[in-house]
């Protein structure tokens, strides 16, 4: 008997599963380079995590929106008008935006964590959904604690949810207490209660605490579910890994398909891995076998493939754009010496993955003594003309810093800097940081150079390119 194929809408939720977990925090590369990994996956939708902190983190979901174009890009708006706005604002440049409206509808998480009644939740779900289906086409609604939630209820709001305008909506088995035929005798209980559902997408997302989440899943999808969250590391969602498998084995037999890209998935997975600091007990078919990091070194003949395919063996997969910026800071640090893959990792760090830059330093010139004033003379390029700034200092590095000051007609209050050696030795190469408080909110940069004041420039001019960008 045929049966039609349909394709299965996955969402990955690792960062936010990496957000609920306030001991594995990550950082803005990594959280920026595990986007582009999952893109590269060909997931269909990225769950990022909630806005916390205004400022740093709509810079941080500007920048994934600009790096990430192919993939849907879904944020949670919060609980109110005001935290949905702001989710808008960080969110609005995207290539494909998608506004969650997220809740509770368990009583138990409603009142804990809301604070809030049924009847009062099911008015913010009306009232949020329709504000946000105002700013944008795609608008979800995830019902959180779902199998907790009282079924009329559960149902109640759903519809509610749907005559608001949410063009899609999902259920989450936040516990993981159902099993398989539980679960699909659940979905199959909503699809006969809530008539809409036939008209829209709807999601599941099942726990894995009792390792039965990819098996809910598939449950679910047979008895009608249109998308399902997957994680690349944790227990909040079945694995990618495992949905993968499923798909590529019975996803004919079962009537679904899905767009993952199941070639890399074992290299990409692992890189991913290693960007969330994990390490698998088992020996993986895909493993390249790349050499250790301490043998790997790199001399100034070192051309552009071999310095991509080191960056490459460390676990970066970089843009053509940041491997090229990537090859043009090594250059100027192998003009003095090898580079090592210690240091290799710090030009990345310092090259790749960062906002576009505003500034661009052209040249310095500083002149210090015991008998003279140290004086500094930078040049910036900046929209294809160049600027320069001269100032008098006490030291070298001061009269750096006041001299961008002069060329960007600013001051920043600088919170904090330190500077480092990465390596040993006569050649080493140092690392500077720098962070600037502008408008109560910090901006960190780092620069690397064998010339220490050479990185405390580049490190100024890091930070000043992220309040560019933000601005």
């Not at 495992?242 to 037999?253: E, V």
């Not at 001399?299 to 960056?311: I, R």
Request: with cysteine; hydrophobic share 45%.
């Amino acid at each position: 008997m045929n049966q039609r194929v349909k394709p299965l809408f996955i969402t990955d939720v690792t960062l936010q599963e990496y957000a609920a977990r306030r001991e594995s925090t990550l950082s803005f590369r990594e959280t920026l380079e595990l986007a582009k990994g999952l893109e590269r996956l060909q997931v269909n939708a990225i769950g990022l995590p909630p806005i916390q902190n205004v400022k740093a983190d709509t810079l941080l979901i500007r920048t994934i929106a600009n790096a990430v174009r192919g993939t849907v890009l879904s944020l949670p708006v919060g609980y109110t008008e005001d935290s949905l706005k702001a989710a808008w604002n960080a969110l609005s440049g995207a290539a494909r935006p998608q506004l969650c409206v997220s809740l509770p509808v368990s009583t138990v998480q409603m009142e804990y964590i809301c604070h809030m009644k049924a009847p009062k939740l099911q008015a913010a779900v009306a009232s949020l959904v329709k504000a946000a289906r105002a700013l944008c086409g795609d608008v979800m609604f995830m019902a959180e604690d779902a199998t907790r939630a009282d079924s009329a209820f559960l149902q109640t709001v759903l519809s509610t949810a749907i005559e608001a305008g949410a063009t899609s909506v999902g259920v989450r088995d936040s516990v993981g207490a159902m099993l398989p035929d539980e679960f699909a005798v659940w979905i199959d209980d909503l699809f006969a209660a809530v008539p809409a559902l036939h008209e829209i997408p709807l999601t599941v997302q099942c726990s894995d605490t009792l390792a039965l989440a990819a098996a809910s899943t598939l449950a679910a999808i047979k008895a009608g579910a249109a998308g399902t969250a997957v994680v690349t590391e944790g227990v909040s969602a079945p694995s990618i890994r495992s949905i993968a498998r499923i798909a590529a084995d019975k996803g004919t037999a079962c009537g679904f398909t899905t767009a993952l890209n199941v070639t890399e998935m074992g290299r990409s997975l692992q890189q991913l891995g290693r960007i969330l600091g994990t390490r698998r007990s088992e020996t993986s078919p895909f493993d390249s076998g790349v050499q250790e990091e301490s043998d790997l070194t790199l001399t100034a003949q070192a051309d552009t493939a071999a310095v991509a395919a080191a960056v490459r063996a460390l676990g970066y997969e970089l843009t053509p754009e940041d491997d090229a910026r990537v090859y043009e800071e090594f250059c100027r640090v192998a003009e003095k010496k090898t580079v090592s893959a210690r240091e290799l990792e710090a030009i990345v760090a310092t090259a790749a993955m960062q906002v576009p830059p505003t500034y661009k330093l052209v040249s310095f010139v500083i002149n210090s003594g015991n008998q003279i004033s140290a004086t500094a003379h930078i040049k910036f390029e900046k929209d294809g003309r160049i600027i320069e700034g001269v100032s008098l200092g006490d030291g070298p590095i001061d009269a750096a810093f006041l001299a961008i000051e002069r060329i960007v007609g600013r001051h920043y209050e600088l919170d904090d800097f330190q500077i480092q050696s990465i390596t040993q030795g006569r050649e080493a190469v140092g690392s500077a940081l720098v962070k600037l408080r502008e408008g109560g909110q910090l901006y960190a940069g780092n620069g690397i150079s064998t010339d220490i004041i050479g990185a405390s420039i580049r490190a100024y001019v890091n930070a000043l390119n992220k309040i560019a960008y933000e601005e």
